[in-house]
């Protein structure tokens, strides 16, 4: 048995080869085993295994298993039976389907089963009767449907074999459902018997007490109608006397409810339809007489019974078109009521646009009345414009006050009273019926009087709101329709405007911009047409100004003589208030002008730059919205004053106007410091400028001050080189002279100083001391510095052309040309034309003084002390060379300080009057003060009429140039120094 069994257990091994390696869960379910804390990192090389020594292992026979076998041999044999069942049903399946594939409804053709299949169709009976075999019998065409009816007939059977025991079980379930219905149905009935005889027994009796009652109410309420019939045939009296009472909210009232009766309650009697007419009659009737009056009232109070007489003699006061509070106490008692029945038609919107109408030809008319009683009319052929030019500033200015006052009267007076209609508005709410107000309480007088005491006179709140943004509206068109009438006649006034002084156009700017600012505030909106006719009338103003200005400035630097003014108070004044700083209390005139810490010396034009610079300013903080136009008319003046001043005296435009002789370097260094005191005084003018006008346009306008302030400084450039250049020409000509005496004749060599040097040494002189007086102490440096280069080249090029053969000659030219250069070095504070002299000499001449021997001889010493100090290791050596050199440093130092001290002293005998001159030297002409003229026409000695001008370079509209005038002139200074 065992053995049996082993052997059954082998051979199902062998069959089922790696069965038993199926198991209950897989490794990945191993791992996963939710009862294990969790894997440690290193499970699978745990270091705690504990390796196990080797045994040594049993062999293992099939009898080992035996016990094993023994335990499962009863479960496998049950095992082994289950499975050959299965095995069996399977295959018993496979034979069924097998069978049933013989009998397969596929290998019937498919046109049979077509819904559409009839056999008397052609086609269709002709597919079926015949086969593909050309020699088919009949006989097999038989068997062949024979063949398909009987696999229909099986599948037909089978179907119907499936579904048998459904269909009896629906068949059971239908019947029983029946005799259920049967059952509920006599329920159903039994029920209705019921019903009925409830309802003839106990409802019958009860159903007549409703309409009972219903018949009673019928009966009430047709004693009402009966009643409100005879009230309303009674309401046209009452409404009649109401009228003949003035009581307007009364009568309407009354005629509101009477329509709504009829229309509503009474509105299928045919007696009372006549009523309805007869009230429409008197709707009309009351809704005119309510217009006229509430259009009375408000005409009343708009226009007042006074009149104001306008005449430029009469004094016109704030107050005399302003309202009282007593008027405004009549007002409000007797246009309230009349409001409240306006409101009550619903004819609010139309009465107040003739409301509307009526206030703005009140306007037109206020204004055709001012104009006409201020307007001349002596000529009554001329417009309106015209007229209003005529009139003379005071007049105009006299006009505009009359005409905003009285404007700004009627704007209050119709705020006033819309204001009032929207407090009755408001009051006319439910929740505007529990203050104190006057309004109010007028309001709640009215309605409990006419309406049965009600506190709401039946207008919503929507109503109330559209009705006051109604009157808002008016009020800024009418405020708008002001402002229009206003600018019209502005702009009629056209370029009157313009003739104005300062003073008067910023009281006639500030008025109008008071009359504007009132009229938005009252209005509560912008408008931009009084403001355009001013910002038009300020342009015009401005460019009026600015053309006076740069006419009086280039008139008057055409008479300029160019000669040095002493500078009156009011000036200094002037020119500290440019700079922002504490105004000079001296009421004496100064030689020269401080500002920003220097003191320039000034000429006539300078004085009346710094005027107009003054008047801008003001201009500028009077009105800062003309700051754009004003800041670039200040950038014209300056353009205008350097391009003329560059033409009159670079150019020489001066000796033809003014008839001078020549262009000295005194007017040279007059107009360098009339550009000196515009580079100092524009930086400051412009930084407080900045600091009031920070808009972005006025940023850009101020920043174009740089290049005006760059041309300002190359026109001094030039000017210096105009200094410059006339001594390099004086240094060109003597040094050419000097060319001409024989120096290797040496028993008619000349006497030193040769004349030519005493020339050019004076010359020098006299233009030093000219620049000392006029202009800044940082440009007297820099001119001289240039003019000492300038000297330095024409020597170096002058001896570099003269051969002299004769040591003595040499000599004499030496010493002559020392001192020249002795002479000079004072005024220039360098050594370099005498370095530059002894190298000429000493290169081209090869002549080497003794003292220059000894000076060169003493500087190749040193050098080459230094040399061998520096190659030298000895550290004590090293020390003792820098304390040797400070020693020299401080030696050097002290020659250097001896050297400075006389040149000062030579400088300040060669500027004594005793040195002897050859040629005439032009003295500082103390010339008195010009009176600066206030207008341009005040200006005297302008050029003849057909003189023709010095400057042949177009103009523009403003006086500019069109083309740069930094040039050189081509005229030829035949004696530049006077």
């Known amino acids: 048995m065992q053995s049996k069994g082993g052997s059954e257990l082998r051979n199902s091994v062998d069959e089922n080869k790696f069965e038993h390696f199926v198991l209950a869960q897989s490794l990945t379910s191993v791992l996963n085993d939710p009862k294990v804390s969790g894997p440690s990192k290193d499970w699978y090389t745990s270091s705690d295994m504990v390796v196990l020594p080797a045994g040594n292992l049993p062999h293992i026979t099939l009898a080992d298993f035996t016990p094993y076998i023994e335990s499962v041999g009863k479960l496998y044999e049950v095992f082994e039976s289950e499975r050959n069942v299965e095995e069996k049903t399977e295959k018993k399946k496979k034979e069924k389907n097998t069978n049933r594939d013989t009998h397969d409804l596929s290998i019937i053709p498919e046109y049979y089963f077509r819904e559409n299949?009839?056999?008397?169709?052609?086609?269709?009976?002709?597919?079926?009767?015949?086969?593909?075999?050309?020699?088919?019998?009949?006989?097999?065409?038989?068997?062949?449907?024979?063949?398909?009816?009987?696999?229909?007939?099986?599948?037909?059977?089978?179907?119907?074999?499936?579904?048998?025991?459904?269909?009896?079980?629906?068949?059971?379930?239908?019947?029983?459902?029946?005799?259920?219905?049967?059952?509920?149905?006599?329920?159903?009935?039994?029920?209705?018997?019921?019903?009925?005889?409830?309802?003839?027994?106990?409802?019958d009796k009860d159903r007549q007490v409703p309409k009972l009652f219903t018949q009673r109410n019928n009966l009430i309420i047709l004693k009402k109608k009966l009643k409100l019939v005879h009230t309303v045939s009674r309401a046209q009296p009452t409404i009649q006397l109401l009228l003949a009472n003035s009581d307007f909210a009364g009568a309407l009232e009354l005629i509101h409810s009477t329509q709504s009766v009829l229309q509503e309650e009474l509105s299928g009697i045919t007696s009372l339809k006549h009523m309805n007419l007869q009230l429409q009659e008197l709707y009309r009737l009351i809704v005119k007489m309510l217009e006229a009056e509430f259009l009375s009232v408000s005409r009343d109070f708009f226009e007042p019974s006074y009149a104001v007489r306008l005449d430029l003699d009469i004094e016109v006061s704030d107050h005399e078109d302003s309202t009282t509070e007593d008027q405004e106490e009549v007002l409000i008692e007797r246009i309230t009521p009349l409001l409240l029945g306006v409101i009550r038609l619903g004819q609010f919107s139309t009465v107040f646009q003739k409301h509307k109408e009526e206030i703005s030809y009140g306007i037109e008319e206020t204004t055709q009345k001012i104009l006409s009683s201020l307007i001349n009319e002596e000529n009554k052929n001329t417009t309106m414009g015209e007229r209003l030019n005529q009139l003379s500033p005071g007049q105009f200015l006299r006009l505009s006050d009359i005409l905003y006052n009285v404007m700004l009267g009627k704007l209050r007076r119709v705020v006033f009273i819309h204001d009032l209609f929207v407090r009755i508005f408001n009051a006319c709410t439910r929740s505007g019926m529990t203050g104190g107000d006057k309004v109010e309480e007028m309001v709640r007088a009215v309605y409990p009087q006419y309406f049965g005491g009600k506190k709401q006179p039946g207008v919503s709140s929507e109503q109330c709101e559209n009705y006051s943004s109604e009157c808002r509206e008016t009020t800024t068109s009418l405020s708008d329709m002001i402002q229009t009438s206003v600018s019209q006649v502005l702009k009629l006034r056209g370029e009157g405007q313009a003739r104005l002084g300062l003073s008067d156009f910023v009281t006639f700017y500030n008025s109008t911009t008071a009359f504007v600012v009132e009229c938005e505030k009252l209005g509560k909106k912008q408008s931009q047409s009084v403001r355009a006719a001013l910002h038009l009338h300020s342009k015009n103003f401005v460019e009026n100004f600015h053309g006076k200005k740069i006419s009086s400035l280039v008139l008057t630097l055409e008479n300029e003589m160019w000669q040095q003014v002493e500078v009156p108070s009011e000036y200094q004044s002037l020119a500290d208030q440019l700079m922002s700083s504490q105004p000079s209390e001296s009421t004496q005139a100064s030689p020269k002008l401080n500002v920003g810490g220097y003191t320039v010396t000034m000429v006539n034009s300078g004085l009346m730059l710094i005027k107009m610079m003054s008047d801008y300013t003001s201009l500028l903080h009077s009105l800062p919205s003309l700051a754009s136009d004003v800041i670039g008319k200040i950038n014209d003046t300056l353009k205008v004053f350097n391009s003329r001043t560059c033409q009159l005296v670079l150019g020489a435009g001066a000796m033809h106007l003014q008839k001078l002789k020549s262009i000295t370097a005194k007017h040279l260094a007059l107009a360098s410091e009339a550009l000196t005191m515009v580079m100092i005084i524009t930086p400051a003018v412009r930084s407080n400028l900045a600091a009031r006008f920070t808009d972005k346009r006025h940023v850009i306008l101020?920043?174009?001050?740089?290049?005006?302030?760059?041309?300002?400084?190359?026109?001094?450039?030039?000017?210096?080189?105009?200094?410059?250049?006339?001594?390099?020409?004086?240094?060109?000509?003597?040094?050419?002279?000097?060319?001409?005496?024989?120096?290797?004749?040496?028993?008619?060599?000349?006497?030193?100083?040769?004349?030519?040097?005493?020339?050019?040494?004076?010359?020098?002189?006299?233009?030093?001391?000219?620049?000392?007086?006029?202009?800044?102490?940082?440009?007297?440096?820099?001119?001289?510095?240039?003019?000492?280069?300038?000297?330095?080249?024409?020597?170096?090029?002058?001896?570099?052309?003269?051969?002299?053969?004769?040591?003595?000659?040499?000599?004499?030219?030496?010493?002559?040309?020392?001192?020249?250069?002795?002479?000079?070095?004072?005024?220039?504070?360098?050594?370099?034309?005498?370095?530059?002299?002894?190298?000429?000499?000493?290169?081209?001449?090869?002549?080497?003084?003794?003292?220059?021997?000894?000076?060169?001889?003493?500087?190749?010493?040193?050098?080459?002390?230094?040399?061998?100090?520096?190659?030298?290791?000895?550290?004590?050596?090293?020390?003792?060379?820098?304390?040797?050199?400070?020693?020299?440093?401080?030696?050097?130092?002290?020659?250097?300080?001896?050297?400075?001290?006389?040149?000062?002293?030579?400088?300040?005998?060669?500027?004594?009057?005793?040195?002897?001159?050859?040629?005439?030297?032009?003295?500082?002409?103390?010339?008195?003060?010009?009176?600066?003229p206030s207008h341009p026409l005040e200006v005297q000695n302008r050029p003849l009429e057909g003189q023709s001008h010095p400057l042949d370079r177009p103009l523009d509209g403003q006086g500019h140039p069109l083309e740069h005038p930094l040039q050189s002139h081509p005229l030829e200074l035949s004696h530049p120094l006077g």
């Open 117 to 203: 299949f009839v056999l008397e169709d052609e086609p269709i009976f002709t597919v079926s009767t015949t086969t593909p075999e050309d020699d088919a019998s009949p006989i097999l065409l038989q068997e062949k449907l024979a063949h398909y009816l009987d696999v229909a007939e099986v599948e037909l059977i089978k179907q119907i074999s499936y579904r048998s025991e459904s269909f009896f079980s629906a068949l059971s379930d239908l019947q029983n459902l029946h005799s259920e219905v049967q059952k509920t149905c006599d329920k159903i009935e039994k029920l209705r018997r019921q019903l009925a005889e409830l309802e003839s027994s106990v409802i």
């Open 702 to 932: 101020l920043n174009d001050t740089n290049r005006l302030l760059q041309d300002y400084s190359d026109h001094q450039k030039e000017i210096s080189q105009k200094f410059v250049s006339i001594l390099r020409e004086r240094a060109s000509f003597h040094l050419r002279n000097l060319k001409t005496i024989d120096w290797n004749n040496s028993s008619n060599l000349p006497n030193l100083p040769t004349d030519h040097s005493t020339a050019l040494t004076k010359e020098t002189g006299t233009l030093y001391r000219v620049l000392k007086s006029t202009i800044q102490e940082k440009q007297l440096k820099s001119v001289m510095s240039s003019v000492a280069l300038a000297i330095e080249e024409k020597l170096r090029e002058g001896l570099s052309f003269m051969s002299v053969q004769s040591t003595v000659g040499k000599t004499a030219l030496y010493n002559d040309v020392k001192i020249l250069t002795g002479a000079l070095a004072p005024l220039f504070e360098t050594n370099d034309i005498e370095a530059t002299v002894n190298d000429v000499f000493r290169t081209h001449f090869r002549y080497i003084p003794e003292e220059a021997k000894r000076r060169d001889d003493m500087k190749k010493t040193q050098s080459r002390d230094i040399l061998s100090a520096r190659s030298s290791e000895d550290v004590q050596l090293r020390m003792t060379e820098s304390n040797s050199s400070q020693r020299l440093e401080t030696k050097t130092n002290d020659s250097t300080l001896e050297r400075t001290k006389s040149q000062r002293d030579n400088r300040e005998q060669l500027m004594e009057p005793a040195v002897a001159v050859t040629l005439p030297v032009e003295q500082t002409t103390q010339v008195q003060p010009i009176e600066l």
